[in-house]
């Protein structure tokens, strides 16, 4: 499986973004699609993440701005982010395994990830 980020960009705070993750080669449809990010000087953490049968995954600190969701037929994954503030700067990137694992970062070391793709809120 090959991952590909888009949708990354500048913003100001309160505004919003759509990221998208695109999956290609040997898919499946059980597996799940996360989305970490990692800041400048901060360890990576999970974001949100949506197991194959479509329930998802947040972190506290997204809870209510973030919503993630994919389509199956198109093998990909989007993350809606509303209220951005300067806090959810960071380069995203998305990933994919058998399962969640809780968005635990380091439970995803035989996951499959993506290049990332940069998100900068301004205040």
């Known amino acids: 499986v090959q991952l590909v980020e888009s949708g990354g960009g500048s913003v100001r705070s309160g505004g919003s973004l759509t990221l998208s993750c695109a999956a290609s080669?040997?898919?499946?449809?059980?597996?799940?699609i996360a989305w970490f990010r990692q800041a400048p000087g901060k360890e990576r953490e999970g974001v949100a993440g949506?197991?194959?049968?479509?329930?998802?995954l947040y972190a506290d600190s997204v809870k209510g701005r973030f919503t993630i969701s994919r389509d199956s037929a198109k093998n990909t994954a989007y993350l809606r982010m509303n209220n951005l503030s300067p806090d959810d700067t960071a380069l995203y990137s998305c990933?994919?395994?058998?399962?969640?694992?809780?968005?635990?970062?380091?439970?995803?070391?035989?996951?499959?990830w993506g290049q990332g793709t940069q998100v900068t809120v301004s205040s």
């Open positions: 990933a994919a395994d058998a399962r969640c694992y809780g968005l635990v970062p380091a439970l995803w070391f035989g996951g499959t």
């Open positions: 080669g040997d898919t499946d449809s059980t597996y799940c």
């Open positions: 949506i197991e194959s049968d479509g329930t998802p």
